[in-house]
């Protein structure tokens, strides 16, 4: 069974940073794809970044730049750095496990969530 260690989100005023740490339990860690995801008040849930297990990274046009993910295999840890935010990247924010199909990829377990409040 995967579980998710979700750290790293809370308040931050428009235009700072932040870093959220992912810990995924319970997986063949190395080989698999992993992603962030996030989902804000009355909006749909949108996968921002995604890195395959040999590094292959994705990300949403919303969060291009600014945004970056990356993996420690030897801690079996996803971050996802973030940076310039803005009022419109507050959301509960859940790391992922998927795969890549093509150079799409698709998250198929989802953790907890942490959430991230933009104030403006």
Avoid: M
Avoid at 47 to 53: E, T
Avoid at 58 to 75: E, H, L, Q, W
Avoid at 81 to 102: I, K, M, P, R, S
């Amino acid at each position: 069974q995967v579980q998710f260690q979700e750290y790293g989100g809370g308040l931050v005023q428009s235009g700072g940073s932040l870093t959220l740490s992912c810990v995924v339990l319970g997986s063949t860690f190395q080989s698999n794809s992993l992603g962030w995801g996030r989902q804000a008040p009355g909006k749909e849930r949108e996968l921002v970044a995604a890195i395959s297990h040999v590094g292959r990274k994705n990300y949403a046009d919303s969060v291009k730049g600014r945004f970056t993910i990356s993996r420690d295999n030897a801690k079996r840890t996803v971050y996802l750095q973030l940076n310039n935010l803005t009022a419109e990247d507050t959301a509960v924010y859940y790391c992922n496990v998927g795969g890549f199909y093509g150079t799409t990829y698709t998250p198929t377990i989802w953790g907890q969530g942490t959430q991230v409040t933009v104030s403006s």
